[in-house]
Protein backbone atom coordinates (compact mmCIF):
# COMPACT_ATOMS: atom_id res chain seq x y z
CA UNK A 1 0.00 0.00 0.00
CA UNK A 2 1.27 3.26 -0.65
CA UNK A 3 2.43 4.99 2.33
CA UNK A 4 2.62 8.57 0.95
CA UNK A 5 -0.07 9.31 0.04
CA UNK A 6 -3.72 8.52 1.01
CA UNK A 7 -7.14 9.14 -0.62
CA UNK A 8 -5.84 11.07 -3.80
CA UNK A 9 -2.81 11.56 -5.81
CA UNK A 10 -3.70 15.46 -6.72
CA UNK A 11 -1.07 17.93 -5.58
CA UNK A 12 -1.26 20.61 -3.03
CA UNK A 13 -0.91 23.64 -4.79
CA UNK A 14 -0.27 25.50 -2.09
CA UNK A 15 2.48 24.89 1.23
CA UNK A 16 1.91 21.81 3.45
CA UNK A 17 3.47 22.10 7.02
CA UNK A 18 5.61 19.82 8.46
CA UNK A 19 4.27 16.70 9.58
CA UNK A 20 5.02 17.42 13.45
CA UNK A 21 3.72 20.53 13.08
CA UNK A 22 -0.10 19.67 11.69
CA UNK A 23 -1.13 18.13 15.00
CA UNK A 24 -0.02 21.79 16.57
CA UNK A 25 -2.38 23.88 14.04
CA UNK A 26 -5.10 21.82 14.46
CA UNK A 27 -4.73 22.03 18.45
CA UNK A 28 -4.66 26.05 17.54
CA UNK A 29 -7.21 26.32 15.57
CA UNK A 30 -9.59 24.39 17.67
CA UNK A 31 -8.54 26.92 20.92
CA UNK A 32 -8.99 29.91 19.02
CA UNK A 33 -12.45 28.87 17.52
CA UNK A 34 -13.29 27.61 20.71
CA UNK A 35 -13.02 30.84 22.69
CA UNK A 36 -15.45 32.84 21.01
CA UNK A 37 -17.86 30.22 20.35
CA UNK A 38 -18.12 29.17 24.10
CA UNK A 39 -18.41 32.63 25.11
CA UNK A 40 -21.17 33.44 22.68
CA UNK A 41 -22.83 30.13 23.85
CA UNK A 42 -22.53 31.45 27.83
CA UNK A 43 -24.17 35.05 26.74
CA UNK A 44 -27.27 33.06 25.68
CA UNK A 45 -27.58 30.52 27.85
CA UNK A 46 -26.96 27.85 26.11
CA UNK A 47 -23.93 26.53 27.79
CA UNK A 48 -23.06 27.45 31.72
CA UNK A 49 -20.32 28.72 33.75
CA UNK A 50 -18.15 25.62 33.35
CA UNK A 51 -18.95 25.39 29.66
CA UNK A 52 -21.51 22.04 30.39
CA UNK A 53 -24.98 22.30 27.44
CA UNK A 54 -27.90 23.06 29.28
CA UNK A 55 -30.79 20.94 28.54
CA UNK A 56 -31.05 19.50 24.51
CA UNK A 57 -31.29 22.99 23.25
CA UNK A 58 -28.00 23.32 24.68
CA UNK A 59 -26.53 20.54 23.61
CA UNK A 60 -27.51 21.61 20.05
CA UNK A 61 -26.49 24.49 20.29
CA UNK A 62 -23.12 23.65 21.39
CA UNK A 63 -22.86 20.74 18.75
CA UNK A 64 -23.60 23.39 15.78
CA UNK A 65 -21.51 26.72 16.80
CA UNK A 66 -18.55 25.36 18.38
CA UNK A 67 -17.78 22.60 15.61
CA UNK A 68 -19.30 24.91 12.76
CA UNK A 69 -16.74 27.40 13.96
CA UNK A 70 -13.82 25.02 13.98
CA UNK A 71 -14.81 23.39 10.61
CA UNK A 72 -14.65 27.10 8.68
CA UNK A 73 -11.06 27.60 9.93
CA UNK A 74 -9.45 24.11 9.06
CA UNK A 75 -11.73 24.31 5.53
CA UNK A 76 -9.89 28.45 5.19
CA UNK A 77 -6.55 26.86 5.70
CA UNK A 78 -6.90 23.61 3.43
CA UNK A 79 -8.33 26.20 0.38
CA UNK A 80 -5.92 29.24 1.10
CA UNK A 81 -3.05 27.81 2.58
CA UNK A 82 -2.41 24.00 1.78
CA UNK A 83 -4.76 24.84 -1.63
CA UNK A 84 -5.83 20.90 -1.96
CA UNK A 85 -9.31 20.22 -2.92
CA UNK A 86 -11.94 17.85 -1.54
CA UNK A 87 -10.87 14.46 -3.05
CA UNK A 88 -7.01 14.63 -1.02
CA UNK A 89 -8.98 14.75 2.40
CA UNK A 90 -11.56 11.96 1.44
CA UNK A 91 -14.31 13.59 0.19
CA UNK A 92 -14.06 11.49 -2.93
CA UNK A 93 -17.03 11.57 -5.56
CA UNK A 94 -17.99 8.01 -5.79
CA UNK A 95 -19.73 6.60 -3.21
CA UNK A 96 -20.76 9.42 -0.78
CA UNK A 97 -24.33 8.55 -0.05
CA UNK A 98 -24.11 4.65 -0.08
CA UNK A 99 -20.64 4.88 2.05
CA UNK A 100 -22.46 7.28 4.32
CA UNK A 101 -25.68 5.85 4.85
CA UNK A 102 -24.22 2.57 5.46
CA UNK A 103 -21.83 3.74 7.82
CA UNK A 104 -24.79 5.11 9.90
CA UNK A 105 -26.85 2.12 10.08
CA UNK A 106 -23.34 0.55 11.14
CA UNK A 107 -22.63 3.05 13.91
CA UNK A 108 -26.63 2.77 15.22
CA UNK A 109 -26.03 -1.58 15.48
CA UNK A 110 -22.35 -1.34 16.49
CA UNK A 111 -23.00 0.77 19.82
CA UNK A 112 -26.39 -1.23 20.36
CA UNK A 113 -24.99 -4.58 20.44
CA UNK A 114 -22.36 -2.71 22.95
CA UNK A 115 -25.11 -1.51 24.94
CA UNK A 116 -26.92 -4.59 24.53
CA UNK A 117 -23.65 -6.77 25.59
CA UNK A 118 -23.40 -4.68 28.29
CA UNK A 119 -26.59 -5.36 29.61
CA UNK A 120 -26.92 -9.04 29.11
CA UNK A 121 -23.81 -8.97 31.37
CA UNK A 122 -26.27 -7.89 34.54
CA UNK A 123 -25.38 -4.39 34.70
CA UNK A 124 -28.21 -2.41 33.53
CA UNK A 125 -31.39 -2.36 34.93
CA UNK A 126 -34.21 -1.66 32.30
CA UNK A 127 -36.74 0.79 32.72
CA UNK A 128 -39.61 2.41 30.47
CA UNK A 129 -40.10 0.84 26.96
CA UNK A 130 -40.09 3.79 24.13
CA UNK A 131 -40.85 6.65 27.02
CA UNK A 132 -39.73 9.45 23.74
CA UNK A 133 -42.74 8.35 22.15
CA UNK A 134 -45.38 9.68 25.20
CA UNK A 135 -43.89 13.12 23.84
CA UNK A 136 -44.37 14.84 20.70
CA UNK A 137 -41.64 17.53 22.17
CA UNK A 138 -39.05 14.59 22.95
CA UNK A 139 -39.32 13.27 19.25
CA UNK A 140 -38.31 16.44 17.94
CA UNK A 141 -35.19 17.12 20.37
CA UNK A 142 -34.45 13.68 19.06
CA UNK A 143 -34.98 14.51 15.58
CA UNK A 144 -32.68 17.88 16.01
CA UNK A 145 -30.17 15.95 17.42
CA UNK A 146 -29.86 13.86 14.96
CA UNK A 147 -28.68 16.30 12.85
CA UNK A 148 -26.51 18.25 15.33
CA UNK A 149 -24.89 14.58 15.91
CA UNK A 150 -24.20 14.41 12.37
CA UNK A 151 -22.78 17.72 12.04
CA UNK A 152 -20.25 17.27 14.83
CA UNK A 153 -19.52 13.64 13.81
CA UNK A 154 -19.17 14.47 10.11
CA UNK A 155 -16.54 17.45 11.16
CA UNK A 156 -14.39 15.80 13.18
CA UNK A 157 -14.01 12.43 10.57
CA UNK A 158 -13.29 15.48 8.30
CA UNK A 159 -10.69 16.92 10.27
CA UNK A 160 -8.76 14.47 12.23
CA UNK A 161 -9.80 11.12 9.55
CA UNK A 162 -9.53 13.50 6.16
CA UNK A 163 -7.50 16.51 7.03
CA UNK A 164 -5.01 16.08 9.53
CA UNK A 165 -3.93 12.30 8.45
CA UNK A 166 -3.52 12.77 4.88
CA UNK A 167 -1.36 16.36 5.24
CA UNK A 168 0.70 14.11 7.70
CA UNK A 169 0.79 10.88 5.12
CA UNK A 170 2.26 13.94 2.51
CA UNK A 171 4.70 15.10 4.79
CA UNK A 172 5.59 12.02 6.75
CA UNK A 173 4.29 8.65 6.04
CA UNK A 174 0.97 6.88 6.60
CA UNK A 175 2.05 4.95 9.81
CA UNK A 176 2.85 7.66 11.42
CA UNK A 177 -0.21 9.98 10.33
CA UNK A 178 -2.14 7.50 12.09
CA UNK A 179 -0.58 7.29 15.12
CA UNK A 180 -0.16 11.57 15.10
CA UNK A 181 -4.15 12.37 14.40
CA UNK A 182 -5.19 9.87 16.28
CA UNK A 183 -2.86 10.78 19.52
CA UNK A 184 -3.98 14.51 19.04
CA UNK A 185 -7.93 13.28 18.62
CA UNK A 186 -7.31 12.00 22.42
CA UNK A 187 -5.74 14.86 23.35
CA UNK A 188 -8.64 17.28 22.48
CA UNK A 189 -11.21 14.71 24.33
CA UNK A 190 -9.12 14.41 27.38
CA UNK A 191 -10.20 15.83 30.62
CA UNK A 192 -8.84 15.94 34.07
CA UNK A 193 -9.58 13.47 36.27
CA UNK A 194 -10.53 11.02 33.41
CA UNK A 195 -10.34 7.55 33.92
CA UNK A 196 -7.36 5.87 32.36
CA UNK A 197 -10.08 3.28 30.26
CA UNK A 198 -11.67 6.65 28.90
CA UNK A 199 -9.00 7.92 27.74
CA UNK A 200 -7.78 4.30 25.82
CA UNK A 201 -11.35 3.57 24.51
CA UNK A 202 -10.80 7.27 22.54
CA UNK A 203 -7.49 6.33 21.55
CA UNK A 204 -8.99 2.85 19.72
CA UNK A 205 -11.75 5.08 18.30
CA UNK A 206 -9.71 6.96 16.82
CA UNK A 207 -7.17 4.10 15.72
CA UNK A 208 -10.86 2.21 14.17
CA UNK A 209 -11.58 5.37 12.66
CA UNK A 210 -8.32 5.61 10.54
CA UNK A 211 -8.75 1.68 9.66
CA UNK A 212 -11.28 2.19 8.30
CA UNK A 213 -11.32 5.35 6.50
CA UNK A 214 -8.17 3.96 4.93
CA UNK A 215 -9.53 0.51 3.78
CA UNK A 216 -12.38 2.31 2.09
CA UNK A 217 -9.92 5.18 0.78
CA UNK A 218 -12.46 7.97 1.80
CA UNK A 219 -14.28 9.17 5.11
CA UNK A 220 -17.71 8.63 3.48
CA UNK A 221 -18.58 5.71 5.63
CA UNK A 222 -16.54 6.84 8.77
CA UNK A 223 -18.57 10.03 8.95
CA UNK A 224 -21.78 7.94 8.93
CA UNK A 225 -21.08 5.15 11.69
CA UNK A 226 -19.32 8.18 14.13
CA UNK A 227 -22.44 10.29 13.53
CA UNK A 228 -24.60 7.33 14.07
CA UNK A 229 -22.87 5.71 17.26
CA UNK A 230 -22.89 8.81 19.15
CA UNK A 231 -26.69 9.75 18.32
CA UNK A 232 -28.37 6.64 19.47
CA UNK A 233 -25.66 6.40 22.49
CA UNK A 234 -27.25 9.80 23.17
CA UNK A 235 -31.08 9.26 22.58
CA UNK A 236 -31.07 5.67 22.29
CA UNK A 237 -30.93 4.66 26.00
CA UNK A 238 -30.80 7.42 28.55
CA UNK A 239 -27.39 6.51 28.55
CA UNK A 240 -24.45 9.77 28.62
CA UNK A 241 -22.24 9.94 25.72
CA UNK A 242 -18.74 10.81 26.89
CA UNK A 243 -20.14 12.02 30.44
CA UNK A 244 -22.94 14.04 28.58
CA UNK A 245 -26.37 13.95 29.27
CA UNK A 246 -28.61 14.60 26.32
CA UNK A 247 -31.27 16.17 28.06
CA UNK A 248 -34.18 13.52 26.51
CA UNK A 249 -36.28 10.61 27.32
CA UNK A 250 -34.84 6.99 25.82
CA UNK A 251 -35.75 6.52 21.89
CA UNK A 252 -36.02 2.79 22.97
CA UNK A 253 -35.84 1.78 26.35
CA UNK A 254 -33.95 3.55 29.52
CA UNK A 255 -31.37 1.98 31.07
CA UNK A 256 -30.03 2.87 34.26
CA UNK A 257 -26.15 1.55 35.43
CA UNK A 258 -26.13 -0.77 38.49
CA UNK A 259 -23.12 -2.74 38.05
CA UNK A 260 -19.54 -2.06 38.45
CA UNK A 261 -18.05 1.06 36.04
CA UNK A 262 -15.35 -1.27 34.61
CA UNK A 263 -18.44 -2.74 32.76
CA UNK A 264 -21.06 0.56 32.56
CA UNK A 265 -18.24 2.91 31.54
CA UNK A 266 -20.24 5.13 35.17
CA UNK A 267 -20.63 8.52 34.51
CA UNK A 268 -18.79 8.39 31.11
CA UNK A 269 -21.48 5.86 29.38
CA UNK A 270 -20.84 2.91 27.18
CA UNK A 271 -17.85 4.84 25.79
CA UNK A 272 -15.68 4.35 29.04
CA UNK A 273 -16.41 0.27 29.34
CA UNK A 274 -14.11 -2.42 28.81
CA UNK A 275 -16.90 -4.03 26.78
CA UNK A 276 -16.21 -1.03 24.23
CA UNK A 277 -12.50 -1.65 24.44
CA UNK A 278 -13.05 -5.38 23.14
CA UNK A 279 -15.54 -4.31 20.22
CA UNK A 280 -12.96 -1.50 19.16
CA UNK A 281 -9.67 -3.73 19.46
CA UNK A 282 -11.96 -6.61 17.15
CA UNK A 283 -12.81 -3.34 14.78
CA UNK A 284 -9.34 -2.13 14.08
CA UNK A 285 -7.99 -6.19 13.44
CA UNK A 286 -10.98 -6.20 10.88
CA UNK A 287 -10.44 -3.53 9.20
CA UNK A 288 -6.19 -4.01 9.36
CA UNK A 289 -7.03 -7.31 7.78
CA UNK A 290 -8.55 -5.93 4.92
CA UNK A 291 -5.98 -3.69 4.19
CA UNK A 292 -3.64 -6.32 3.97
CA UNK A 293 -5.84 -8.35 1.98
CA UNK A 294 -6.28 -4.88 -0.49
CA UNK A 295 -3.12 -3.85 -0.96
CA UNK A 296 -4.55 -0.96 -2.33
CA UNK A 297 -2.64 1.86 -4.08
CA UNK A 298 -3.94 5.31 -3.99
CA UNK A 299 -5.79 6.77 -7.07
CA UNK A 300 -7.01 9.57 -8.61
CA UNK A 301 -9.87 11.92 -7.55
CA UNK A 302 -12.50 9.96 -8.28
CA UNK A 303 -11.65 7.09 -6.11
CA UNK A 304 -10.06 4.72 -8.43
CA UNK A 305 -6.99 3.30 -7.36
CA UNK A 306 -4.26 3.07 -9.29
CA UNK A 307 -2.76 -0.39 -9.94
CA UNK A 308 -5.18 -2.37 -7.51
CA UNK A 309 -4.51 -5.29 -5.99
CA UNK A 310 -6.30 -8.32 -4.68
Given at each position: ??L???Y ?7 W ?9 IC ?16 R????D???E?VG ?14 W ?6 W ?9 G?IG?T ?8 S???V ?9 VA ?8 Q ?21 V??T????I ?6 G ?5 I ?12 SS ?5 LH ?5 P???T ?6 A????AW ?7 W???G ?10 T ?41 T ?6 I ?5 R?A ?12 P??A??
Amino acid sequence: MNLKTIYSTSPARGWLPWGLLAPVICLVLAIVTDIPASLLLERLGFVDASGEPVGSQGLMALLLVSFTAWMLAVAAWIAFVERRNAGTIGLTRPGAAAGFSGGLVAGVVMLSALVACIWLAGTYQPGALFPAAQSPGALVAIAGLFVCFTVQASIEEIIFRGWLMSVITRRMNLILAVLLSSLCFTLLHFSRGQPWLVTGNILLFALFASAWSISSNNIWGVMGWHAGWNWILATGFDLPVTGLDAGVPALTVALDPTGTDLLTGGAQGPEGSIVCTLFLVCGIIFFAWRIARKRRDVGSDDGTPAGAQT
